[in-house]
């Protein structure tokens, strides 16, 4: 029986892909170019795959189709970030104005073209099918994972697994943990409004400025003094717009931002207690609000334990024992909770970091640029957990 590290992976294929995927990154779910180099890459190698089945530039690719006894999901993310690129020295740095890969995703979607190509090479000696799945809009909403799933990706998947690079981990170790990996997410918009007067006379008007600043200090003062110290709450006010003269007041004042919650019960409370605080600020100072959340909040994503103990065993047969680091939850979202809704789900980290190139900057950020050598080792976990989990995970009902 083959065992990853004796099966085929092309290297220098996962760095070409990556690489023009980083040259070219698209949004959200307009990946049109992005979708076409799959499609080619998928076509070279022969493997049968579905084109937008389950939402607009999705790709399912599948192994072994007429093996339904047990079937396994990889996902891949393929959007980038609307953020302008810094890496002037890079020949492949992005060819779009204020677009980039700035979290990975040109890796992620390039080890999973490898997955397909070394998972199709050895499909004689594979007992079960594997769905590997090109997900647009991991980044934007409407989520591509929900939209995926409402549209019945995960009817005929028994557990799905997933691969998150990082620069925090020195190449190529991954990392993993059991139970929360991921924050529920939800975006806010919070308007406040009053009435412009000019300066010389303030108590004639109603302050929008005023009010939203009062509310920026009430979120800071409910999040020290209010949330227990041994939960997580991030209440983050990302953008404040208001007033277009140095003359008047405010009669308008616009922010947004996000909430970030380990459980879905302290999400509930941070809601609520949130339009209190700007009901109770606003009416106070004699003006009006409008305050939205989306009506998408991602929901927390948890590692199956027993998904964690199959994929701990693989990683030590790629990498011995002791190979998988430990992975922190982390307060970012991760729409792969959708997919762990459905059916058991395991996410892992994959450290790419090099000090020495540079290497080594937080993910969304105009400088991110990892060690491309660690992506073969990703696309090697992703075969041994196949191939000692293809007759199901144990434990798993």
Known sequence: MIDALHCPVDQEMLVRVRRELHMHPELGWDLDRTAALVRRELDLIGIPYEFEKYGRNS???????????????????????????????????????????????????????????ALYAIRDQIDCRVR???????????????????HGVMDDIDC????????????????????????????????????????ASPHRGIDALAMAVKIYDGIQMMLSRETDPFDTVVFSVCTMHAGNTISANADRCEMTGSVRCFKETTMAWARERIQRLVKTVCEDMRGEYE?????????????????????????????????????????GG???????????????????????KGFNKPAHTCDWDVEESGMETGVRLFIQFVLDNMHGVPGLK
Do not use: W
């Open 59 to 117: 790709i399912v690719a599948t192994v072994n189709p007429e093996k339904t006894g047990f079937t396994i999901g990889i996902r891949g993310d393929m959007d980038a970030l609307p953020i302008q690129e810094k890496n002037e020295d890079k020949p492949y740095r992005s060819q779009i104005p204020g677009v980039m890969h700035a979290c990975g995703h040109d890796t992620h979607t390039a080890m999973l073209i490898g997955a397909c190509k």
């Open 132 to 150: 590997l799945i090109f997900q647009p809009s991991e980044e934007t909403r409407p989520s591509g994972a929900r939209t995926l799933c409402e």
């Open 160 to 199: 799905i697994i997933m691969c998150h690079v990082n620069c925090n981990d020195p190449t190529p170790r991954p990392s993993c943990r059991a139970g929360i990996t991921n924050a529920s997410t939800a975006r806010f918009r919070i308007v406040t409004k009053g009435r412009a007067v000019h300066v």
């Open 291 to 331: 305050l939205e959340f989306s009506d998408d909040p991602l929901p927390p994503a948890c590692n199956d334990p027993h998904m964690y103990e199959a994929f701990v065993k693989s990683a030590e047969k790629v990498g011995g024992p002791g190979f998988c680091l430990p992975l922190e939850p982390s307060p």
């Open 334 to 356: 991760e729409d792969f909770a959708y997919y762990e809704q459905k059916k058991p789900g395991l996410l892992f980290g994959l450290g790419l970091r090099n000090d020495a």
